[in-house]
T-cell receptor, first 113, second 111 residues
Framework: DTGVSQDPRHKITKRGQNVTFRCDPI?????LYWYRQTLGQGPEFLTY????????KSRLLSDRFSAERPKGSFSTLEIQRTEQGDSAMYLC???????????FGPGTRLLVL | EDKVVQSPLSLVVHEGDTVTLNCSYE??????LLWYKQEKKAPTFLFML????IEKKSGRLSSILDKKELSSILNITATQTGDSAIYLC???????????FGAGTTVTVRA
């Protein structure tokens, strides 16, 4: 399967703990995006990378959130000191630069207790 | 800020029925409108519509873009239970990276 993959698929954590998610994009795609989706809503843009450079961050991305794409391939999204409001599906997508079609991974569903 | 509104929020139909989903948008410098199907996992890409490609069809699914009315419809004919999903509409605007999504329409097809 050469689609976008994410790990883990599910994560349950206690409030105040740190969590890290991983995304592996489609191999030839140089752009990688992170979105957050809550129940009954569409995905909301968080941030994106072109190669290893993080080019844009949404104001939704508080200081507790950090994302990296160190070698321009996989990416990690870390949430520090999780809060119950962080409970959501975190979706990763990838595309070729300049192309609007983004291909999504299966998501990581986070539940903060 | 870009705005995407989908209607209805949900609908229930029987197998064989035809459904029409609506998406209206307000976006700066419209580039494209995309439809995705989301089951209990990743949104799956269906269509992309642009100024140069305002109508797309694939099997029982078809979509039209109305740039004058700033809207799009997605039609599903001869519905099957496997069509049950959330259908998401997204638009690409001034930025060439960010998609703005609507809240989705939940379609339930009963046998």
């Amino acid at each position: 399967d050469t689609g976008v993959s994410q790990d883990p698929r599910h994560k349950i954590t206690k409030r105040g703990q740190n969590v890290t998610f991983r995304c592996d994009p489609i191999s030839e795609h140089n752009r990688l995006y992170w979105y957050r989706q809550t129940l009954g809503q569409g995905p909301e843009f968080l941030t994106y990378f072109q190669n290893e450079a993080q080019l844009e961050k949404s104001r939704l991305l508080s200081d507790r959130f950090s994302a990296e794409r160190p070698k321009g391939s996989f990416s990690t999204l870390e949430i520090q000191r999780t809060e119950q409001g962080d409970s959501a599906m975190y979706l990763c997508a990838s595309s070729l630069a300049g192309k609007q079609t983004q291909y999504f991974g299966p998501g990581t569903r986070l539940l903060v207790l | 800020e870009d705005k995407v509104v989908q209607s209805p929020l949900s609908l229930v139909v029987h197998e064989g029925d035809t459904v029409t989903l609506n998406c209206s948008y307000e976006v700066t410098n419209f580039r494209s409108l995309l439809w995705y199907k989301q089951e209990k996992k990743a949104p799956t890409f269906l269509f992309m519509l642009t100024s140069s490609g305002i109508e797309k069809k694939s099997g029982r699914l078809s979509s039209i873009l109305d740039k004058k009315e700033l809207s799009s419809i997605l039609n599903i004919t001869a519905t099957q239970t496997g069509d049950s999903a959330i259908y998401l509409c997204a638009v690409g605007g001034n930025s060439d990276y960010k998609l703005s999504f609507g809240a989705g329409t939940t379609v339930t097809v009963r046998a």
